[in-house]
């Protein structure tokens, strides 16, 4: 005890050891840090492609080490916190990729589930589609779209043509093949889409009904996707153009192709 006492009597090796003890303290810190930001983390990934609003099962998920970098904000970090669980409707998950919040839902949270759950005085239309018409598969329930009529009456004349929007934000609820299947349901089996499905008020349904099939035209319904699914409040459905519906009111009965110089 006396020894120690007279070492810490002596003011330099008092220093001395605050000295040490700082950089002691200092070095493990460092050391710390750097294992920190440099040990890798284990975390989640997708073995296969996740198409949209598909169950997330064990087969589909598999571990992998990354630095502790990209571990960014909304990262999924658990295999607890992805099996089990859906990906988003909107959303496909590439083979690889990490899991993140956004892309990862509870199954009461896929807008896909509204397919039976749309606005009261709406009717569900089924609309005829194809890979092409669906921009190669590309239209996921969830999304929004608006409806152009093409109008001809000589298929290989363009100045017998006309194109107009009908009716826009419309929420797509289903993509179906032709068993009734969703073409997102399994990524292991392509499936060729043949129906879109979504609900609109009843006199929506008759027009897009009388447009489908115009009495001495040849008449197409085109949907085509917009960015609306990225808003917030995404605007109500609403018809494009008086002028279309008048036409086709006039057409059941009788009319000719609309001049495009009319307003």
């Known amino acids: 005890m006396n020894g120690i006492k007279k070492i810490l009597a002596n003011k330099n090796t008092v220093t001395v050891i605050g000295l040490v003890i700082v950089i002691a303290v200092l070095y493990f810190a460092y050391n710390w840090r750097v294992n920190q930001a ?6 989640p990934y997708a073995i296969k492609q996740i198409g949209p609003g598909t169950q997330i099962t064990e087969d589909m ?8 970098n990209m571990i960014t904000d909304g990262v999924l970090t658990e295999a607890g916190q992805v099996i089990d669980k859906y990906s988003n409707a909107d959303t496909v998950i590439p083979k690889g990729s990490l899991f993140f919040e956004r892309t990862v ?20 239309y089924n609309m005829k589609v194809d ?4 921009y190669g598969n590309s239209i996921y329930p969830g999304n929004y779209i608006d409806i152009y009529l ?5 298929e ?3 100045s017998q043509m006309y194109v107009g929007r009908l009716i826009e934000n419309i929420k797509v609820l289903a993509v179906k093949d032709d068993n009734g299947k969703s073409v997102f349901s399994d990524t292991d089996e392509e499936k060729k889409p043949t ?17 489908e099939s115009l009495d001495s035209y040849r008449s197409e319904v085109i949907p085509v996707p917009t960015n609306n ?10 018809i494009s153009s008086q002028k279309l519906v008048k036409f086709i009111d006039s057409v059941t009965n009788s009319g000719s192709i609309i001049d495009e110089d009319e307003e």
Do not use: C, H, R
Request: positive net charge.
């Open 131 to 134: 890979t092409n018409t669906t």
């Open 38 to 43: 440099t040990n890798p983390v284990t975390v």
């Open 61 to 68: 998920v598999g571990s992998m080490k990354v630095s502790p």
């Open 229 to 238: 699914s990225q808003e917030e409040t995404p605007e109500g459905i609403k």
């Open 105 to 124: 839902v509870e199954k009461e949270n896929l807008p896909a589930g509204d397919l039976m759950s749309y606005e009261k005085g709406y009717v569900l």
């Open 156 to 158: 290989k004349s363009s």
């Open 150 to 154: 093409k109008i001809s009456k000589d």
């Open 195 to 211: 129906m879109m499905i979504f609900a609109v008020p009843q006199n929506y349904f008759n027009i897009l009904k009388k447009a």
